[in-house]
């Protein structure tokens, strides 16, 4: 691919989409809140409890889970603060962001062809995939990694309109330069999805490693903070089967594994075969095991 278009069309499209970022609403403080207390090591079950409570669909999530038979919980909880020293401060996490990126993930974005919850469906999968490759090749913390296979794909909400007015343009230069979908962005907007959902949760003041696994899910090689979950996420995208297997999508998806993926992870190329197998296996029991929001 060349260079990016610098005609005047393009930079002002690309400032459109920088402001239109800075223009989203921020998240509720008590998400914040909770998100910044579950980070520090003197916070209490207790306090996390209180910045629940202040959030009518998070403490009743936090509930259903934390009681939740297909978990295998048989004793119910019904203090928040009990749901928590249950769940424990990882999976609070994830819970906390799932609550916040359901309403927008669940939209139908047109531009990129996904129906109604296609892209929330599809980052559920690439979540819970990324759970379970963390698990496997022992990363220290595989709720990060489920945290940022959530949110990896959060960009397309903004890009989704310039996608739509370009639609056939972007194919044809995929076709034309056997490229991505992301790095046609890239050209024609100046900016891709990855980064744009990088923007947002910094807008959003995530923690920064977060931000970092989220901008360079399809360039794990350039992530600043931690390379490894980037490369999770980055395989979790190309292994989850597809929720809509027609080629088009898949293409939309960009479902490429980068040629550094493999190499961070330490993953010899022979070995992904069966490790989509098992890992297609062991994505039947989460579905079966998640309860719906
Ligand atoms: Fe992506
Ligand atoms: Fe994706």
Not at 77 to 92: E, H, N, P, T
Not at 246 to 261: D, K, W
Request: net charge neutral.
């Amino acid at each position: 691919m060349t260079q990016p278009d610098s005609s005047i069309a393009n930079s002002r499209r690309l400032n459109e989409i920088l402001r239109s970022i800075t223009r989203l609403r921020p998240l509720p403080t008590s998400t914040n809140r909770i998100l910044r207390a579950l980070d520090e090591p003197q916070t209490t079950a207790g306090l996390v409890a209180e910045l629940i409570a202040l959030d009518q669909a998070l403490t009743a999530y936090t509930l259903r889970v934390a009681n939740s038979a297909a978990l295998g919980y048989t004793s119910s909880c019904a203090s928040i603060k009990d749901a928590v020293m249950r769940l424990g401060f990882r999976q609070v996490r994830s819970l906390v962001v799932s609550t916040v990126a359901s309403g927008p993930l669940s939209s139908r974005l047109s531009g990129y062809r996904l129906g109604d919850k296609g892209l929330w469906n599809h980052s559920i999968s690439v979540a819970s995939a990324a759970h379970w490759l963390a698990g496997t090749l022992r990363f220290p913390d595989p709720e990060k990694a489920y945290v940022a296979g959530l949110l990896h794909d959060i960009g397309k909400l903004v890009l989704d309109q310039y996608v739509f007015a370009d639609y056939n343009d972007m194919v044809n230069l995929m076709h034309r330069h056997n490229a991505s979908m992301w790095e046609v962005e890239k050209h024609l907007f100046g900016v891709d999805h990855a980064e744009v959902g990088g923007m947002i949760t910094s807008h959003w003041q995530f923690p920064e490693e977060l931000v970092d696994s989220i901008r360079y899910h399809h360039t794990p090689g350039k992530s600043q903070l931690n390379q490894k979950i980037s490369a999770i996420v980055n395989l979790a995208n190309a292994l989850v089967p597809p929720d809509n297997p027609n080629t088009q999508n898949m293409e939309l998806e960009g479902r490429v594994i980068h040629p550094h993926t493999l190499q961070i992870l330490n993953i010899p190329e022979h070995l992904l075969e069966s490790l989509q197998s098992r890992l297609i296996d062991a994505m039947f029991v989460y579905e079966a095991r998640m309860p719906s929001m």
